[in-house]
């Protein structure tokens, strides 16, 4: 490879430090990985973590506005001064989370992300499909279960990358200081989220509650943006060209994101959503069924 900046230089890869813990990756979980050389893991692992980035800006930008929004609208209309102000700090939040990420992409891995979003992208299908969504009000407690869900996740996320040893730390740092907000966010969220439920018959709760585990379970189905890494891996490494289509597919066939799936389902990571999930358990997935706290 040539050395196109030092991020980037298969030489110089391993010497930098990683920006996940390697099991939250998802080649991770492949028979692939035992093949890799360190220098490869270790530039993958930095790939994995901006756009781990980028999903944080896709989720704030294309997905919690839309809904946030729409919801800070309809308390405008009913004349809600104190929660429009609470969710409009919100939205204001998520804009300038988003710009923390974009200028940490581009600022450490230039040679990548010097024009933006790389790995993730909302096709214009599902963003006409969100935004149908987002102005049906049937549908905000769907919609903000997962926004609650994801929020929560973010903090667990950090979490993860603050706790574990060698993590660069600029990067945590970048993710210590966006969970501090998103704690805010997900007790707000629950708020909202508990009164747009208690206006929901039994029936429509149910309904809803399914329309919710569909959605999560796209979320943790690995998708493009895995896959994205793994193609510019292989670019960026061509001996590995002839291996990119086995390395695809074990990740396609994971069927899950273990590393994003096992944050998710564990209700000690989620203390929010596990004491929602606990008033409303037909909305309550994978381990929050089996929660002892429960019983």
């Known amino acids: 490879m040539s050395a196109r900046a030092a991020d980037g230089d298969a030489g110089t890869a391993i010497m930098l430090p990683p920006f996940v813990p390697d099991r939250f990756t998802q080649l991770h979980h492949t028979t692939a990985w035992s093949t890799l050389e360190p220098a490869v893991r270790r530039r993958y692992n930095r790939l994995y973590g901006v756009r781990c980035n980028e999903q944080f800006m896709l989720f704030e930008s294309g997905f919690t506005a839309r809904v946030v929004g729409r919801i800070a609208e309809h308390a405008r209309r ?16 998520e804009i300038r989370h988003h710009r923390a990420f974009d200028a ?19 096709p214009p299908r599902e963003r006409a499909a969100l935004d149908v969504a987002a102005r049906t009000p049937a549908l905000w407690p769907v919609l903000l279960w997962l926004v609650l869900a994801l929020e929560e996740f973010s903090i667990a996320f950090a979490a993860m990358v603050c706790a574990a040893p060698g993590i660069d730390p600029d990067y945590a740092a970048l993710h210590a200081a966006h969970a501090r907000d998103e704690r805010r966010h997900v007790h707000l969220d629950a708020e909202v989220l508990t009164w ?16 919710f585990r569909r959605l999560l379970a796209e979320v943790v189905a690995p998708r493009r943006s895995g896959v994205a890494v793994i193609r510019r891996l292989c670019r960026e490494f061509p001996p590995l060209a002839a291996h990119e289509a086995v390395m695809v597919g074990e990740v396609r066939a994971l069927g899950q994101d273990r590393g994003v799936r096992d944050l998710l389902d564990d209700p000690r990571r989620m203390p929010t959503c596990a004491a929602l999930a606990r008033s409303h358990p037909e909305f309550a997935w994978g381990a929050f069924r089996a929660d002892p706290s429960r019983r």
């Open 78 to 93: 009913r004349g809600e001064r104190e929660l429009v102000v609470r969710l409009e700090g919100l939205l204001a939040d």
């Open 104 to 122: 940490f992409n581009r600022a450490r891995m230039p040679e990548v992300c010097a024009a933006g979003p790389v790995f993730t992208a909302l």
């Open 196 to 211: 747009l439920l208690g206006r929901a018959g039994r029936a429509a709760r149910r309904v809803q509650a399914a329309l």
